[in-house]
């Protein structure tokens, strides 16, 4: 018989072996996170920050504050928007909208780091988390908070998503105007205290915060008009043409800071003041709307609108949350 041959066993990997792998690994995974932060587009969040802010000021002018719904419910804010983001990424690019001659930055479907599929699931399953987040309070104040969320949330899928998109079809200015303004700030001021879902104050203060977080839009349809219209995407920019869009920017600047007139009849003249320290941002990106061509300087722009619309919003609710 043969004798037994044994063999030393196999020495284990040694770690200059091990690190290069695990490391590739980890760092694949923080570029898909980062990936995903940027298809989220932080920057467009301020849309659903303000309202909060504004909303909750409302409520604590009025001495009714209800911090144990409002802050759980806060994320929904953030996961409609973000979701909004996502599915408008996944079906511009499936429409032929975000395509290899985008001026804006790349988006995830675009550049193809993910599938448009995967990015419109992660849309949807944003919006089913956002249910869950405002379930506390809609089981509080009742069917009008579930019919908030419900119209929110069509109206961020059927902006750019369905068999009739409505930022398709000129309706996405409006569209901002409403969700992202009227009703986002009555929403979070009705989860507070309760009562009307609209009423003056709230209904002046989510108009002034909607028409400039309209403005957010329309310089960025202003920047994609020349690839948005031969694919069908008639944006109000493209049906307005440059000069139309420039003009209707400056009006949705003027009229959210003339609005202001109204907040001394409504007791509350800090209010009419206080954002005015805005109005040179405001300005400066009226003025550079008018002077710039459409092109990548106005992603510069955009970020100028967003900071605008964010300091307005930052004024009018430390105005309105303190004493007249």
């Not at 420039?246 to 600047?253: G, Q, S, T, W």
Request: hydrophobic content about 55%; some cysteine.
């Amino acid at each position: 018989m043969a004798p037994t041959v044994f063999s030393e066993p196999a020495a284990p990997p040694s770690p200059a072996v091990c690190l290069p792998a695990i490391s590739s690994r980890a760092s694949t995974r923080i570029a898909q996170l980062r990936a995903w932060l940027l298809a989220s587009r932080p920057k467009t969040l301020g849309a659903a920050v303000v309202p909060f802010l504004v909303g909750s000021a409302i409520a604590q002018r009025r001495g009714r504050v209800a911090w144990s719904l409002v802050l759980p419910a806060f994320p929904a804010l953030l996961l409609i928007q973000i979701a909004t983001n996502l599915v408008n990424d996944a079906c511009d690019f499936w429409s032929g909208a975000d395509c290899s001659t985008r001026v804006g930055p790349r988006r995830a479907s675009q550049s193809g780091v993910f599938s448009a599929a995967a990015v419109h699931r992660a849309g949807v399953a944003c919006f089913a988390l956002a249910a869950l987040c405002v379930l506390p309070a809609v089981l509080a104040r009742g069917w009008t908070l579930l019919c908030v969320y419900a119209s929110s949330c069509a109206a961020g899928y059927f902006y750019t998503g369905g068999p009739w998109p409505l930022g398709y079809h000129g309706l996405g200015d409006i569209t901002v105007v409403l969700f992202f303004g009227l009703v986002a700030t009555a929403g979070v001021r009705f989860i507070h205290t309760g009562g009307p879902l609209f009423d003056p104050p709230t209904s002046l203060a989510g108009l002034q915060v909607g028409l400039l977080a309209a403005t957010l839009l329309a310089v960025n349809n202003v920047r994609d008009a020349a690839t948005d219209a031969p694919v069908g995407k008639r944006t109000l920019a493209v049906l307005l043409g440059l000069k139309g869009s420039r003009v209707e920017i400056a009006l949705l600047v003027m009229s959210a800071y003339v609005l202001g007139l109204a907040w001394p009849a409504l007791g509350a003249p800090r209010a009419a003041l206080w954002p005015l320290i805005a109005l040179p941002l405001s300005a400066a990106l009226v003025f550079g709307v008018a002077v710039t061509p459409p092109g990548p300087a106005y992603n510069a722009l955009l970020v100028l609108a967003a900071v605008g619309h964010a300091a307005f919003g930052a004024l009018l609710a430390a105005a309105l949350a303190s004493s007249s």
